[in-house]
């Protein structure tokens, strides 16, 4: 019996990912929980395992493509189940799946049966299999609502990849086409006309450009300048530095900076809250999490100090160096990321007097 494991969703929300590494191979044995693949999200770099122990018979995807979310990821072959018995065993292992999900944790994806010699039109196995029939072009399977689209756009049907029942084109295939086309033939009118650097944008830089977008237009920006006399500060951090300094641990002035603001947070409530328009509801929120701006070479991220108002200024330091240490490392996971009520922006490394920082939108 073989199963198809689709790409799950590993994250809140999530649409698709890039195929960063391909850990098997095809007629490679893999055993449960083995990871088989590594997947970069608009959150996480993170390694997906197989759902079962078999011999991988398909891989579909190549490293460096983007694919969504449902879309087939292997195909396993398990011996020794057939008829009722894997339709059982395909009914088992989902609702496993589904329990992960509640429980928040993991890798939640779906298994179905394939047939014999079943190949999806995106599997690189699949050209391996030919006929002489096959090298005529085929009249591709698809939607009367699929075809009229495509006639309507002028796309000739039997170029997309479908991805319905049985290869079957479905109106989103001919959406996903037209749109890949265009990016192309844009891409390609301006490399042709004047001298430029393309760069493929990675999954973390396209929700950066995403949520730094939707922040500018639907959160309310202000902002306000004041000097401080911070000599106190100054003896108080070259006393705890020199403490610390044997704990390995590297004391700045964010630490200092994140245990103020969570104070301060507690006093003004209405800065620690969130509005739920469906809702007609504001939202004062009793926990104070505080989000860190971190800059890496992938692109910035914000892990959060959980509950940053009932630690010590040397547990915090200690708790920074150590998510700034895996963020740069691409080593965050989802919960690192998640519940921040506050976000600080820290310019002091890049100089400048004053800078205004883009609102980190919920």
Not at 228 to 252: F, P, T, W
């Amino acid at each position: 019996m073989n199963y198809i494991f689709k790409f799950p969703d590993i994250g809140e929300g999530l649409d698709e990912g890039t195929i960063l590494e391909w850990y098997v191979k095809k007629g490679e044995k893999v055993e449960s929980s083995q990871p088989i693949v590594k997947m970069e999200t608009d959150k996480v770099v993170t390694d997906i395992p197989s759902p079962r122990t078999g011999i991988i018979v398909a891989i579909y995807g190549k490293e460096g493509e983007t694919i969504k979310v449902g879309d087939v990821l292997v195909e396993i072959e398990i011996e020794g189940l057939e008829g009722e018995a894997a339709q059982q065993e395909v009914a088992k292992i989902n609702s496993e799946f589904e329990a992960v999900e509640e429980e928040g944790a993991g890798v939640v994806g779906t298994l179905e049966i394939a047939g014999n010699n079943a190949f999806l039109p995106v599997s690189d196995e699949a050209s391996e299999v030919k006929t002489e029939q096959e090298t005529v072009k085929k009249k591709a399977l698809a939607t009367p609502v699929a075809r009229a689209y495509a006639k309507e756009l002028n796309i000739d049907i039997n170029e997309v990849i479908g991805t319905g029942p049985n290869g079957r084109v479905m109106k989103d295939d001919i959406e996903k086409h037209r749109h890949k086309y265009a990016e192309t033939s844009a891409t390609q009118i301006v490399a042709d006309e004047m001298p430029v650097e393309i760069e493929k944008m990675s999954q973390l830089r396209k929700t950066i450009a995403r949520n730094m977008l939707n922040s500018k237009h639907n959160a309310a920006h202000m902002s306000v300048f004041d000097d401080a006399e911070i000599s106190e500060l100054i003896r108080v951090r070259q006393k705890l530095r020199d403490e610390l300094k044997d704990q390995g641990i590297k004391l700045s002035y964010l630490p200092f900076v994140i245990k103020a603001v969570a104070q301060a947070l507690k006093k003004y409530k209405a800065l620690n809250a969130e509005m739920d328009f469906d809702k007609g509801v504001i939202i004062y929120k009793k926990f104070y999490n505080i989000g860190i701006a971190v800059d890496t070479p992938d692109g910035l991220v914000v892990p959060v100090i959980r509950n940053a108002d009932k630690k010590s200024i040397s547990e915090i330091a200690l708790e920074l160096n150590a998510i700034s240490e895996k963020a740069r490392n691409r080593e965050l996971s989802l919960n690192d990321m998640k519940d921040g009520t506050f976000t600080i922006t820290s310019f002091g490394s890049i100089g400048g007097k004053y800078a205004v920082p883009v609102i980190n939108y919920p």
